[in-house]
């Protein structure tokens, strides 16, 4: 069993808007050094484990690919701090980069920073807001977590069925309701969009026949 409410409470959630780009960060400390930490988010074989099969050009100019998600190009990379990315859905318009920053904390643990710059269709974020991306960084970040002390969710598309993911997705769409708010939007707003996001990754139960 995952605990839901400490999971949540121990990321950092932020939200920013320059009129043309948004930006979503997630932050989280691992207890584990640094070189742990960039390993496990930059070794494809560790990749597969908590998050996604990865395949591509892994370099600096090559072109990576994740197993029915995002692809995109490595545009930066500084071992065991840094890498940047580009992030690409589909044919999805406009740029988007996903940046992630290590740092060696106190007594062998890592700060993470994520960040997540992207241009959004207005359309798009006028109904869901930050937390259409940010409620899959916070599965991302937890899985890491997970896989870095030992542990697992096991088959990722059956565990995001149950209520333990579904209450999961549900606080972290509202915690990204809430940094919506922190960084400016109106609190009815900012809660609509929340709820749409929620609606979206966690879909009520068909009826019982």
Known sequence: MIDIIDAIKRAGRQVGDDGVTKTITITRTYDAPVEDVWDACTTPERINRWFLPVTGDLRVGGRYQLEGNAGGEILHC???RLLRITWTMGDAPGRSEVEVRLTPAADDTTDLRLRHTAEVPPEFWSQFGPGAVGVGWDLTVLGLGLHLTGGAVGDHRAWEQSEEA?????????????????????????????ANTIAFYVPAHPPQT
């Open 78 to 80: 500084e071992p065991p």
């Open 166 to 194: 579904r209450q999961f997705m549900t606080m972290s769409g509202e915690a990204w309701g809430v940094a919506h708010e922190a960084a400016g939007a109106p609190p009815e707003q900012a809660r609509a969009m929340a």
